[in-house]
């Protein structure tokens, strides 16, 4: 993960394309017609304008992009955001970037972009299945493109990435071939295993390619929230429960009191003071409250949603989620008011029906929330909603205190 990218784009569309996948992947994205100096976005899109410049021309605007953005090696990363099928000085500006990065820096290359029919297989650049070089783009009056096979075009070796192979062993094979390596991406599984390979080389990489790649490198790269995300199951329906018990399977820690525990308040207070000092979390953890089982004695509804909501507020003051998952009214409403929340601000779905926000007022506004209704949602709409509350952006004006 980082907390800034400098995208260096050749033409001013491909830079608007690739600040768009960072926005729409939660991160503040500022796109500059021409170098225009520092700026407090955490993605930076730059129009050099080189795409057809002659190759030297083309490596003077990406060193004095670069500079003009004040560069840093400790925090920015960068992306060079090059036509899907490669028209252009592609060898020059890359050489360009490792130069003025230094150090043992990877230019990991892959130009793919499946949702457009762009795709890159044994190494050749496909349009719709076709060559490049036997398309249009072959005989553009401009930039034409004479061949379609990349390692031959850039000079550089082809790594095949073994499918089976974890993030450090497909960062490992990389770096063994630099400084330029082209990967192959036939679709957007294989997009996302190069982003995995860009992530894990970390500083020594340099991304090449187009939207595409950009779009699993915005997601890749993007800031987790810290804490564990806490999911309140209030409803007794058995589609909530079924929806808790899979996100338990799925490795969620789950707190579920019997019905004993609810009704008698002494003995609420001594279990609750013991989960709140007792259930440590890491930061990517997720915790399910939810009631008794429905084999056992019948507790009353708004008892339920009382006691659950009374231990998610003791939880949030401890823990500090990364965010909330409320399922069931009534519980829902316990949560908010035991939290002093005023409502939620919504912005969002993360289905039909699951909205996603954040709470306005008290001392936890901007932490972010989804609600669901009890009888509501597919079978994984639990894991979803925690996925989605997980990866909700980092905005210093919307986080809790």
Same mark, same amino acid.
């Given at each position: 993960? $980082? ?5 260096l784009? !050749? ?11 960072f926005?729409?992947? %939660?991160w503040?994205?500022?796109?500059q /017609? ?8 955490? +993605?930076?899109? &730059? =129009? #050099?304008d080189s ?6 021309a083309?490596?003077?605007? &990406?060193? $004095? ?12 990363? /960068? ?8 028209r ?5 500006m890359?050489?360009a970037?490792l130069?003025?990065?230094?150090g043992?820096?990877v230019? +990991? +290359?892959c130009? *793919?972009?499946p ?6 297989v044994? %190494?050749?650049l496909?349009?719709h299945g076709?060559?490049v070089?036997e398309t249009?783009v072959?005989?553009?009056?401009? #930039?034409?493109?004479r061949?379609s ?6 000079? *550089?070796?082809?790594?095949e990435?073994?499918?089976?192979a974890?993030? $450090?062993e497909?960062?490992s094979?990389?770096r ?11 679709d957007e599984v294989d997009? !996302? ?9 970390? =500083?020594?990489a340099?991304a ?7 779009a ?5 790269w993007r ?9 309140? +199951?209030?409803?007794l329906?058995?589609a ?11 490795? @969620?820690?789950r707190?579920?009191?019997v019905?004993?525990?609810l ?7 001594r279990? @609750? ?8 979390l ?10 008794p ?5 019948a ?6 949603? %009382? ?15 990364a965010g909330?998952v409320l399922?069931g009214?009534?519980?829902?409403? @316990? ?8 409502g ?5 779905e993360?289905? =039909?029906?699951v909205?996603?926000?954040s ?5 936890? *506004?901007?932490l ?11 079978d994984? &709409?639990?894991?979803?909603? *925690?996925?989605?509350?997980r990866s ?7 986080s809790c205190?």
């Amino acid at each position: 993960m $980082t907390s800034r990218v400098v995208v260096l784009a !050749d033409d001013l569309t491909g830079a608007a394309d690739t600040a768009g996948q960072f926005d729409r992947a %939660g991160w503040t994205a500022e796109l500059q /017609v021409g170098p225009g100096g520092p700026s407090d976005a955490e +993605v930076v899109a &730059i =129009n #050099t304008d080189s795409r057809a410049l002659e190759p030297a021309a083309a490596a003077d605007a &990406i060193r $004095t992009a670069l500079d003009k953005v004040a560069l840093e090696e400790d925090w920015a990363a /960068v992306y060079l955001k090059v036509d899907s099928t490669l028209r252009g000085p592609v060898r020059a500006m890359t050489h360009a970037v490792l130069q003025a990065r230094g150090g043992d820096v990877v230019a +990991v +290359v892959c130009p *793919a972009f499946p949702a457009v029919g762009r795709t890159m297989v044994a %190494g050749t650049l496909l349009v719709h299945g076709v060559p490049v070089a036997e398309t249009a783009v072959g005989r553009d009056p401009v #930039t034409p493109v004479r061949e379609s096979h990349v390692p031959t075009l850039l000079g *550089a070796p082809l790594v095949e990435l073994d499918p089976q192979a974890d993030d $450090t062993e497909l960062a490992s094979a990389l770096r063994g071939h630099g400084p330029v390596v082209v990967v192959d991406a036939r679709d957007e599984v294989d997009l !996302d295993r190069v982003a995995r390979a860009v992530l894990a080389l970390g =500083n020594q990489a340099v991304a090449v390619g187009s939207a595409g790649l950009a779009a699993h490198l915005a997601r890749r790269w993007r800031p987790l929230r810290s804490g564990p995300v806490l999911v309140v +199951v209030s409803s007794l329906h058995d589609a909530s429960r079924g929806q808790a018990e899979l996100l338990a399977a799925a490795g @969620a820690r789950r707190i579920q009191p019997v019905a004993a525990t609810l009704e008698d308040a002494g003995a609420w207070e001594r279990f @609750a003071r013991s989960v709140v000092s007792g259930t440590p979390l890491d930061d990517f953890g997720v915790l399910v409250l939810m009631g008794p089982a429905r084999d056992g004695e019948a507790v009353e509804p708004s008892l339920v949603a %009382g006691r659950l909501g009374d231990l998610a507020a003791r939880l949030t003051s401890i823990q500090r989620p990364a965010g909330l998952v409320l399922a069931g009214g009534d519980g829902a409403l @316990a949560v908010l008011s035991a939290l002093s929340a005023t409502g939620i601000r919504l912005d969002g779905e993360v289905a =039909n029906g699951v909205p996603i926000g954040s709470l306005t007022g008290g001392p936890y *506004a901007g932490l972010p929330v989804v609600t669901k209704a009890g009888g509501f949602g597919a079978d994984d &709409i639990l894991i979803r909603a *925690a996925e989605a509350v997980r990866s909700r952006p980092l905005d210093p004006r919307r986080s809790c205190a």
